[in-house]
């Protein structure tokens, strides 16, 4: 059998029923290649009390992990949720036309975590990522999407690829949204979210700007859309 294990936000986000599985397997694997873990992975082998071995996205994409589930229990270890990921869930397909038992098992997500922001978790839009930008290769679609989310007044997440620094990250934002009728005037950063060094930050992307020394991986951006009262006396909490 194939598992799919949610790690949650940090150490100590695996649950029960992870952490039982994970006993039944002979190989653990680690999907690292989206995000960039805010703890040791030796800290997570003392927790699950087996030696873990990370993957990166040719790993997954490959027939590899489905070829060793023909033969025994094996568990990959997702941060946050399992399947939040498209190759997560095209694993799962590829491993089920192979005849290979699969399951997921769950623990918290970073969505999850969005509503202690203020904004309710309802009203949010489609949820993108912004790439790391090269030279010959700068898409725009996460913006499109948030222009799509602004349309009809919800919140827009915007996942931030691993490798993109806060700065860059928010200069790529301003880049974006130039020549765009598109309202970006105030903006949240979620960072660490679900761990000890959860912070969240509030306002104009200069001021934010100044506080790139707080910001630390993993982080995502939010841009509100239209708020109730409430959320907006929550969200100024938070205001720099």
């Known amino acids: 059998m194939l598992y799919l294990i949610g790690l949650g936000l940090n150490e100590k986000g695996i649950s029960i029923e992870g952490k039982e599985a994970i006993k039944r ?5 680690l999907e690292n290649y989206t995000v960039k873990f805010p703890y040791s992975i030796k800290k997570l082998e003392k927790i699950i009390g087996k030696k873990i071995i990370e993957l990166e ?8 992990l489905i070829k060793e589930s023909k033969k025994q229990n094996i ?8 399947l ?5 869930m095209s694993l799962i397909l590829n491993a089920e036309e192979s005849k290979v038992k699969t399951k997921a098992i769950y623990s918290t997500s970073v969505f999850d975590t969005l509503a202690e922001t203020g904004l309710q978790l309802y009203k949010f839009g489609k949820i993108t990522s912004m790439p790391k930008w090269e030279a010959h290769f700068q898409p725009e679609s996460f913006i499109e999407y948030a222009e799509q989310n602004q349309s009809i007044k919800a919140h827009s997440l915007i996942l931030i690829d691993i490798g993109l620094n ?3 990250a928010l200069e790529e934002l301003k880049i974006a949204c130039k ?4 309202d970006l005037d105030n903006l949240i950063v ?5 761990t000890k060094k959860t912070r969240i930050l509030y306002g104009t992307p200069e001021k934010l700007k100044k506080k790139a020394n707080k910001i630390a991986d993993p982080f995502c951006f939010i841009i509100p859309g239209e708020m109730h009262f409430l959320e907006k006396e929550a969200v100024e909490r938070f205001e720099v």
Do not use: Q, W
């Not at 568990?75 to 399992?82: D, F, R, W």
């Not at 020549?179 to 598109?182: E, M």
């Open 25 to 29: 397997c002979k190989r653990i694997y």
């Open 57 to 64: 996205r040719k790993d997954v994409e490959s027939e590899m």
């Open 75 to 82: 568990a990959m270890l997702v941060y946050g949720c399992p």
């Open 84 to 88: 939040f990921a498209t190759t997560h």
């Open 166 to 168: 806060f700065s860059d």
């Open 179 to 182: 020549d765009r009728s598109f």
């Open 190 to 194: 979620c960072s660490n979210m679900g």
